[in-house]
Each structure stands twice: as structure tokens, then as C-alpha cells.
């Protein structure tokens, strides 16, 4: 009973900060300040905690016995009996933007996630949290030449609140039998997409436009996983594991306002338009496996894909003789592939020496984009990172641990903007031994 209790109190006060967390990222700026953040959903932000950012985010195939991995619900089986591990993460960020050999620098920071991890029963381990799934925040223009004297300009802005997409998710890992486990995550996803496009000229006799699209998301969200350990020896193993979202409708439509400003008249007329079920999920494959030897050292690889082809997104086009569609298109997204590969090292995990405790870990990835810029490919990402993992040693305590990681990313489509961003990470892993049973002898 006292630990049905304990278990309960632990999960109040991890919805409380949840409830902060979602607070402070309506409020502050939500990570990310890229122009690529208004296509589609905005930036993809790829599931990770505190252990992984220092890996290149790889995951789909690892598990431990004192970390939460949403990567695959199937590590949660693994959690340690006698644990509950809270995980928090912030972040903050400078990048570069380039573009026709033009530089501008920009900075921001962010609460990245918060999630918790505890055993209920032998081999059932349950995770909760919360975390972005999509990221949106951009404000620029983009100015040129209407005629070939150079005697009228024009000037296009584009702007949109810090928004996005947040999932709360709450999931549950089993070990039905030996060396198999099995997980799945049910989320749900809430945000809000508010992006304005708006024009204007040197010449105030030529009629502007301002173009308003808005979006509230409101759905759910399901993934599943499967890990199979394979021992190799008394201090080697393989973990091979496999995950699948499935894809599925938002039900949320998407409305655009146009307004139309006559230059002769100054009168604003404005249209409404209105795309229905304007968004879904893509279904998406996982797969990964890890290489550990005697808890000091592991390695592993992930690849994944989500399959945006298949899915239509809402594109608004003004026609020669005047007419204006807002209707759905079947050729602005793409197919998104991720691979990344990372790994660790520690030198003895259970040692005294607080040198030989931490964990050295380093990674990369690459993922292309989901969406067209056009006719071309939308942007491709290549990241590298590297990271640290400090115990936290105290009079009471010897089993948290700090995350830190710094990652860069370059972001670059040709003949578009290039962004090299330089991040970092830091992750507050408290491990509590909540559930232990005290014997007096």
C-alpha cells in the first residue's frame, strides 16, 4: 500500500512540472528561430532525454536499468525495481544564418522536456512526460527588385508566433518473457500553428495583401516498440529493437485569412478561407540495436523513416485571371530518413573513484527533410555531439547524474539558407530509491 502511495505522490508532483513546463514554453521562445520552421508542422523535434543528446540521439535499441528512453516504450522494462527517475532537460542555442554571403546571429533557449520513469511490477516499467513534437519560430524578410531599372522594390515578411505541437504521453514497457520486451506510448498532441505572410512596395499605389493561417491541434498519438536482448556472454550483449507511429488524421482544419488592401481607396477587404482536415501524422518505421560490453562501454546505430509522402497539405495560389484556391496538395511533402549512431564509455560504472564513474559519450546523425522547397528537396541535417555524464555524489545520494552534451547541426538546402547551429544540452537525472523495504535486524 505504502508503495502504491509513494508512486501516486511521485506522479503528482511530475504532473506539476509538467503543467510549468508547458507554461514556459507558451511564454518564452520555444528553441528554435529557423524560416524552415514554416513549412509543414515546423521543425520535427526527434524524441530524446538526457542520455542520449550526447549520442547523436540514438536509442530505438538501447535500454538500462536507471534511464528513461521514449525512443522505444520497450526500455522501459528494464527500469531498476527499487528506482524512480525523474528527467529534466533545458537547452540553449546560437545559430548562424547564411545567405547569399550575408551573416546574422541568433540565440534562444528552451525546456526541453520533463519525464518520469518507475516500476510497478517484475519486468513492467511505466514513463510519463512531456515534449515538443514540432517546433515553430521565425521572424525575417526578404527584399528585391520588382523591374529591371531597380526603380520599384518590394518587401515580403513573414512572421509567426513561438508555437508548436507538445506531446504528453504516457507508456508502458513488458517483458513478457526472457530477453523479449514490448512498449507502446499513447500521447497527446496540443498546439497551435500561427503563422502571417504580408507584403508591401516602395510604390504606396500598388495594392498589398496580408495572408494570416491558424491551426489548433488537438490529438492523439500512439507508438509502439519491441527490443530482443541477446546475451553473447556473461559480459556482452545485443539489443536489437524495432518501433511504429502510427499515422493518422488530426482532425484540425486550417484557416486563412486574407486581406486585401486597395492602394486608390485604402479599403481592407478580407476573404476567409478554410482547408478541412488540413493535417495527419505520416506512419513511421524504426529500427536499432546496441553492443554493450561489462557495462563500460556501448555502441549502437538507429534508422528511421516517416512516411510524409503520402500525406496532402493545404497551399493557397493565385491564378492569372484573379481566382484564389486554398486547396489541399498531394506534391508538397517528402519522405523523411533519419540515421544516427553514437555510444559510451565509463570505466567503472560501481567504482569509487569519481573520475572513472562518468560516462564519455559522442554521436552524430543525418536526416533529411519532410517537405519541398518548390521543386527541390527541402533541407538535409548533419549533426555531430558529444557529451558528459556526472554523478551527483552527496550524503544522500550517489546514483543521480548531470547530462551534459554539446551538439552542432548543420542545416542547409542549396541555393537556400544555411544554418549552422551550436547547442547545449543539460539533463538533471534524479535516481530516488523510493521503493526500497528497510529491514532492522
Given at each position: 500500500?505504502?508503495?502504491?502511495?509513494?508512486?501516486?505522490?511521485?506522479?503528482?508532483?511530475?504532473?506539476?512540472?509538467?503543467?510549468?513546463?508547458?507554461?514556459?514554453?507558451?511564454?518564452?521562445?520555444?528553441?528554435?528561430?529557423?524560416?524552415?520552421?514554416?513549412?509543414?508542422?515546423?521543425?520535427?523535434?526527434?524524441?530524446?532525454?538526457?542520455?542520449?543528446?550526447?549520442?547523436?540521439?540514438?536509442?530505438?535499441?538501447?535500454?538500462?536499468?536507471?534511464?528513461?528512453?521514449?525512443?522505444?516504450?520497450?526500455?522501459?522494462?528494464?527500469?531498476?525495481?527499487?528506482?524512480?527517475?525523474?528527467?529534466?532537460?533545458?537547452?540553449?542555442?546560437?545559430?548562424?544564418?547564411?545567405?547569399?554571403?550575408?551573416?546574422?546571429?541568433?540565440?534562444?533557449a528552451n525546456l526541453d522536456y520533463v519525464m518520469a520513469i518507475f516500476r510497478v511490477a517484475?519486468?513492467?516499467?511505466?514513463?510519463?512526460?512531456?515534449?515538443?513534437?514540432?517546433?515553430?519560430?521565425?521572424?525575417?524578410?526578404?527584399?528585391?527588385?520588382?523591374?529591371?531599372?531597380?526603380?520599384?522594390?518590394?518587401?515580403?515578411?513573414?512572421?509567426?508566433?513561438?508555437?508548436?505541437?507538445?506531446?504528453?504521453?504516457?507508456?508502458?514497457g513488458w517483458a513478457p518473457i526472457k530477453y523479449v520486451s514490448v512498449g507502446?506510448?499513447?500521447?497527446?498532441?496540443?498546439?497551435?500553428?500561427?503563422?502571417?505572410?504580408?507584403?508591401?512596395?516602395?510604390?504606396?499605389?500598388?495594392?498589398?495583401?496580408?495572408?494570416?493561417?491558424?491551426?489548433?491541434?488537438?490529438?492523439?498519438?500512439?507508438?509502439?516498440?519491441?527490443?530482443?536482448?541477446?546475451?553473447?556472454?556473461?559480459?556482452?550483449?545485443?539489443?536489437?529493437?524495432?518501433?511504429?507511429?502510427?499515422?493518422?488524421?488530426?482532425?484540425?482544419?486550417?484557416?486563412?485569412?486574407?486581406?486585401?488592401?486597395?492602394?486608390?481607396?485604402?479599403?481592407?477587404?478580407?476573404?476567409?478561407?478554410?482547408?478541412?482536415?488540413?493535417?495527419?501524422?505520416?506512419?513511421?518505421?524504426?529500427?536499432?540495436?546496441?553492443?554493450?560490453?561489462?557495462?563500460?562501454?556501448?555502441?549502437?546505430?538507429?534508422?528511421?523513416?516517416?512516411?510524409?509522402?503520402?500525406?496532402?497539405?493545404?497551399?493557397?495560389?493565385?491564378?492569372?485571371?484573379?481566382?484564389?484556391?486554398?486547396?489541399?496538395?498531394?506534391?508538397?511533402?517528402?519522405?523523411?530518413?533519419?540515421?544516427?549512431?553514437?555510444?559510451?564509455?565509463?570505466?567503472?560504472?560501481?567504482?569509487?573513484?569519481?573520475?572513472?564513474?562518468?560516462?564519455?559519450?559522442?554521436?552524430?546523425?543525418?536526416?533529411?527533410?519532410?517537405?519541398?522547397?518548390?521543386?527541390?528537396?527541402?533541407?538535409?541535417?548533419?549533426?555531430?555531439?558529444?557529451?558528459?555524464?556526472?554523478?551527483?555524489?552527496?550524503?544522500?545520494?550517489?546514483?543521480?547524474?548531470?547530462?551534459?552534451?554539446?551538439?552542432?547541426?548543420?542545416?542547409?538546402?542549396?541555393?537556400?539558407?544555411?544554418?549552422?547551429?551550436?547547442?547545449?544540452?543539460?539533463?538533471?537525472?534524479?535516481?530516488?530509491?523510493?521503493?526500497?523495504?528497510?529491514?532492522?535486524?
Amino acid at each position: 500500500m505504502k508503495r502504491i502511495f509513494k508512486s501516486i505522490v511521485a506522479f503528482a508532483l511530475c504532473m506539476t512540472a509538467l503543467t510549468a513546463n508547458a507554461q514556459y514554453t507558451a511564454d518564452a521562445p520555444n528553441g528554435t528561430l529557423s524560416p524552415y520552421s514554416q513549412m509543414g508542422l515546423g521543425i520535427i523535434a526527434d524524441p530524446q532525454s538526457g542520455f542520449n543528446a550526447g549520442m547523436g540521439g540514438v536509442g530505438i535499441g538501447m535500454n538500462g536499468h536507471n534511464e528513461a528512453n521514449p525512443l522505444n516504450p520497450a526500455s522501459y522494462s528494464a527500469i531498476d525495481s527499487l528506482s524512480f527517475i525523474f528527467d529534466a532537460g533545458i537547452s540553449g542555442q546560437m545559430t548562424n544564418f547564411e545567405q547569399n554571403a550575408k551573416k546574422i546571429n541568433r540565440y534562444s533557449a528552451n525546456l526541453d522536456y520533463v519525464m518520469a520513469i518507475f516500476r510497478v511490477a517484475k519486468g513492467l516499467g511505466v514513463s510519463f512526460g512531456v515534449q515538443p513534437y514540432s517546433q515553430i519560430g521565425y521572424d525575417y524578410k526578404e527584399k528585391g527588385y520588382v523591374d529591371d531599372a531597380h526603380s520599384l522594390t518590394y518587401t515580403n515578411s513573414y512572421h509567426s508566433r513561438q508555437s508548436g505541437i507538445q506531446q504528453y504521453y504516457i507508456g508502458a514497457g513488458w517483458a513478457p518473457i526472457k530477453y523479449v520486451s514490448v512498449g507502446a506510448n499513447v500521447g497527446y498532441l496540443h498546439g497551435e500553428i500561427d503563422r502571417t505572410v504580408s507584403n508591401a512596395f516602395s510604390d504606396s499605389n500598388i495594392d498589398t495583401y496580408v495572408k494570416n493561417y491558424v491551426s489548433n491541434i488537438s490529438s492523439y498519438k500512439l507508438d509502439f516498440g519491441i527490443q530482443v536482448n541477446v546475451p553473447l556472454s556473461k559480459k556482452d550483449q545485443i539489443t536489437v529493437g524495432a518501433t511504429y507511429g502510427l499515422g493518422h488524421d488530426l482532425g484540425a482544419d486550417q484557416t486563412l485569412k486574407y486581406y486585401h488592401t486597395t492602394s486608390s481607396t485604402s479599403v481592407t477587404d478580407t476573404t476567409t478561407y478554410v482547408a478541412k482536415n488540413a493535417f495527419a501524422l505520416p506512419n513511421t518505421f524504426g529500427v536499432g540495436f546496441s553492443y554493450s560490453h561489462d557495462r563500460k562501454w556501448r555502441f549502437g546505430a538507429d534508422y528511421s523513416t516517416q512516411l510524409w509522402s503520402a500525406l496532402t497539405y493545404p497551399i493557397f495560389k493565385e491564378y492569372a485571371d484573379g481566382e484564389k484556391r486554398f486547396t489541399m496538395s498531394n506534391d508538397y511533402f517528402m519522405d523523411r530518413q533519419r540515421i544516427n549512431v553514437g555510444g559510451e564509455y565509463c570505466a567503472n560504472e560501481a567504482g569509487r573513484s569519481f573520475m572513472g564513474r562518468i560516462r564519455y559519450r559522442l554521436g552524430g546523425s543525418y536526416t533529411t527533410s519532410y517537405y519541398k522547397l518548390g521543386k527541390a528537396d527541402g533541407p538535409r541535417e548533419i549533426s555531430v555531439s558529444a557529451g558528459l555524464a556526472i554523478p551527483i555524489v552527496n550524503a544522500y545520494n550517489n546514483r543521480s547524474v548531470l547530462n551534459i552534451s554539446a551538439q552542432w547541426a548543420n542545416t542547409e538546402a542549396p541555393g537556400f539558407i544555411k544554418e549552422n547551429t551550436f547547442r547545449i544540452k543539460i539533463g538533471f537525472t534524479f535516481n530516488e530509491r523510493w521503493f526500497m523495504k528497510w529491514k532492522v535486524e
